[in-house]
């Protein structure tokens, strides 16, 4: 095929499934949360159950004036959002959505990951400088901070894997998840990395990722009873949008890793892998269900951490039993 | 650096259990403009104004803390009730007003009143589309005294 088809193809569809996607979570967010507090939630908009409440939101959003202030650096603030969703995106380039479903099999899809994540500090540091206000300020500061803090354990949980796995490639790791594990007569048994023994580093993951997405509990950066809305403050309109879709895109893409990390990906115990293809998105999308619904969950039940609580678990807590996880793995990895 | 981080378990669970509890039961919404809510019979809804029992003793209005009642009022020469008496000077109303653009709903007056000339009813549609007409006159506060419900019965003992 021409490369130039397959790329816009592969990038349209890439760009189709997060944004629906996020369309979807924050529908979900909406709804789910309201259920939590004996509400019910959106309702008219769309017909029947609010379903489509978010596209409402997003055409009001896109009615805004797009605003700036007066003394803000107003190329590094138009560009900040954009370099938020854009690594949010550039996650899916190597999430396996079945054995040839990926946009790019790198052989160092994990390193890629967390390169590509880690990038949406920037656009949050720039969104905060680029402001002119104290409050988007401290915000992006307090972001910066944060994002630093758990990056390391949520790097140190992956390493894990990577080793136990022994390679990179994101297929590889999922491959290592869906081989035979051991044989009961002939019944050939195989398990995700969770239940290999990485309970510690999927606790480690799960805590880190919902810190990188800057979700209550973890909040600090935008904690809108002290800091108005941290970096978001000045934004609205279209940039905002951007932002708010970015944050829910990072909710699947953070999922997707964790379900390719940890869950086995595409590849469900049971399942022949020559339908792995054509089931293959489906466990996928399934698997990230429930760890987004998991997000959502604690964001509705847990209170904020204070600032010094954040670092002290991040520095005491974390990546101390992330550096054991990774002795533990590799002893065992070693002996067995 | 004085404490440590105290882990809350198993508070932390029990918080999402109740979460998740909550979300799966059935929301206790009514769903308002379909389905009209039924206030208790004691609700504050609006306050109603039994015109005959006013003293235009303004005790109401100075009690106010919003200051929105607005009471204006004159002497007016009525005969005696016993032949060859002297006349008597009866207090009359002529403006009885309640801004409930301003009032807080506290009843303050309706607690404060000597003659029971104000009452609570739990009527509760009457939004305006302009502020200026939550201002109620006497006429519209005395039509809301039909909605004011019977006082509760005694308790029996």
Same mark, same amino acid.
């Given at each position: 095929?021409?490369?130039?088809?397959?790329?816009?193809?592969?990038?349209?569809?890439?760009?189709?499934?997060?944004?629906?996607?996020?369309?979807?979570?924050?529908?979900?967010?909406?709804?789910?949360?309201?259920?939590?507090? *004996?509400?019910? +939630?959106?309702?008219? $908009? /769309?017909?029947?159950?609010?379903?489509?409440?978010? #596209?409402?939101? &997003? !055409?009001?959003?896109?009615?805004?004036?797009?605003?700036?202030?007066?003394?803000?650096?107003?190329?590094?603030?138009?560009?900040?959002?954009?370099?938020?969703?854009?690594?949010?995106?550039?996650?899916?380039?190597?999430?396996?959505?079945?054995?040839?479903?990926?946009?790019?099999?790198?052989?160092?899809?994990?390193?890629?990951?967390?390169?590509?994540?880690?990038? *949406?500090?920037? +656009?949050?540091?720039? $969104? /905060?400088?680029?402001?002119?206000?104290?409050?988007? #300020?401290?915000? &992006? !500061?307090?972001?910066?901070?944060?994002?630093?803090?758990?990056?390391?354990?949520?790097?140190?949980?992956?390493?894990?894997?990577?080793?136990?796995?022994?390679?990179?490639?994101?297929?590889?790791?999922?491959?290592?998840?869906?081989?035979?594990?051991?044989?009961?007569?002939?019944?050939?048994?195989?398990?995700?990395?969770?239940?290999?023994?990485?309970?510690?580093?999927?606790?480690?993951?799960?805590?880190? $990722?919902?810190?990188?997405?800057?979700?209550?509990?973890?909040?600090?950066?935008?904690?809108?009873?002290?800091?108005?809305?941290?970096?978001?403050?000045?934004?609205?309109?279209?940039?905002?949008?951007?932002?708010?879709?970015?944050?829910?895109?990072?909710?699947?893409?953070?999922?997707?890793?964790?379900?390719?990390?940890?869950?086995?990906?595409?590849?469900?115990?049971?399942?022949?892998?020559?339908?792995?293809?054509?089931?293959?998105?489906?466990?996928?999308?399934?698997?990230?269900?429930?760890?987004?619904?998991?997000?959502?969950?604690?964001?509705?039940?847990?209170?904020?951490?204070?600032?010094?609580?954040?670092?002290?678990?991040?520095?005491?807590?974390?990546?101390?039993?992330?550096?054991?996880?990774?002795?533990?793995?590799?002893?065992?990895?070693?002996?067995? | 650096?004085?404490?440590?981080?105290?882990?809350?378990?198993?508070?932390?669970?029990?918080?999402?259990?109740?979460?998740?509890?909550?979300?799966?039961?059935?929301?206790?919404?009514?769903?308002?403009?379909?389905?009209?809510?039924?206030?208790?019979?004691?609700?504050?809804?609006?306050?109603?104004?039994?015109?005959?029992?006013?003293?235009?003793?303004?005790?109401?209005?100075?009690?106010?803390?919003?200051?929105?009642?607005?009471?204006?009022?004159?002497?007016?020469?009525?005969?005696?009730?016993?032949?060859?008496?002297?006349?008597?000077?009866?207090?009359?109303?002529?403006?009885?007003?309640?801004?409930?653009?301003?009032?807080?709903?506290?009843?303050?007056?309706?607690?404060?009143?000597?003659?029971?000339?104000?009452?609570?009813?739990?009527?509760?549609?009457?939004?305006?589309?302009?502020?200026?007409?939550?201002?109620?006159?006497?006429?519209?506060?005395?039509?809301?005294?039909?909605?004011?419900?019977?006082?509760?019965?005694?308790?029996?003992?």
């Amino acid at each position: 095929m021409n490369f130039w088809l397959e790329l816009i193809i592969k990038l349209v569809l890439v760009m189709g499934v997060v944004l629906t996607g996020a369309l979807v979570v924050i529908y979900a967010e909406l709804k789910a949360g309201s259920h939590m507090q *004996s509400r019910i +939630g959106p309702y008219y $908009a /769309g017909g029947r159950w609010g379903w489509a409440q978010p #596209l409402a939101d &997003g !055409l009001k959003f896109l009615q805004k004036e797009d605003l700036a202030p007066a003394e803000a650096d107003r190329t590094v603030y138009g560009f900040a959002p954009y370099v938020v969703m854009m690594s949010t995106i550039a996650v899916f380039v190597v999430i396996p959505f079945g054995p040839d479903l990926v946009a790019a099999d790198l052989d160092l899809g994990a390193y890629f990951l967390l390169a590509i994540s880690s990038i *949406s500090v920037l +656009g949050i540091l720039m $969104a /905060g400088w680029a402001s002119a206000n104290k409050y988007s #300020l401290v915000g &992006g !500061l307090r972001a910066a901070a944060q994002l630093i803090a758990y990056e390391l354990p949520l790097v140190l949980a992956v390493v894990a894997v990577v080793v136990q796995a022994g390679t990179m490639s994101l297929n590889g790791i999922v491959e290592a998840q869906a081989e035979t594990w051991f044989t009961i007569g002939t019944f050939e048994v195989s398990a995700p990395f969770l239940l290999k023994g990485q309970f510690i580093g999927f606790a480690i993951f799960m805590i880190a $990722a919902v810190a990188e997405l800057s979700r209550i509990p973890f909040d600090m950066p935008i904690a809108e009873s002290e800091l108005t809305m941290g970096y978001l403050t000045e934004y609205s309109g279209i940039r905002f949008t951007m932002f708010f879709l970015g944050e829910y895109a990072s909710m699947i893409a953070l999922s997707a890793i964790a379900a390719t990390l940890y869950l086995g990906g595409y590849a469900l115990p049971g399942l022949p892998g020559d339908f792995a293809n054509f089931a293959g998105p489906g466990v996928l999308l399934g698997k990230i269900a429930v760890l987004v619904f998991f997000f959502i969950w604690i964001r509705w039940t847990w209170p904020r951490i204070r600032e010094d609580q954040l670092q002290r678990l991040a520095w005491h807590w974390l990546i101390p039993l992330a550096l054991f996880n990774i002795a533990i793995v590799a002893t065992f990895k070693v002996v067995f | 650096m004085s404490k440590q981080i105290q882990f809350p378990f198993p508070g932390l669970f029990k918080g999402m259990w109740l979460t998740l509890k909550t979300m799966v039961k059935k929301a206790p919404v009514t769903m308002y403009p379909q389905v009209q809510e039924i206030p208790v019979p004691r609700a504050r809804g609006v306050i109603s104004l039994d015109v005959d029992n006013c003293t235009v003793c303004m005790l109401c209005a100075r009690e106010c803390p919003d200051w929105c009642i607005y009471i204006e009022g004159h002497k007016a020469e009525q005969p005696s009730s016993k032949p060859g008496g002297k006349p008597r000077a009866r207090a009359t109303l002529d403006r009885f007003d309640i801004d409930y653009s301003l009032c807080m709903y506290c009843g303050i007056c309706v607690e404060v009143c000597p003659f029971d000339a104000l009452y609570w009813s739990p009527e509760y549609e009457y939004s305006e589309h302009e502020v200026a007409n939550l201002l109620h006159n006497k006429g519209k506060l005395t039509e809301w005294l039909a909605t004011v419900p019977d006082p509760p019965s005694l308790e029996s003992r």
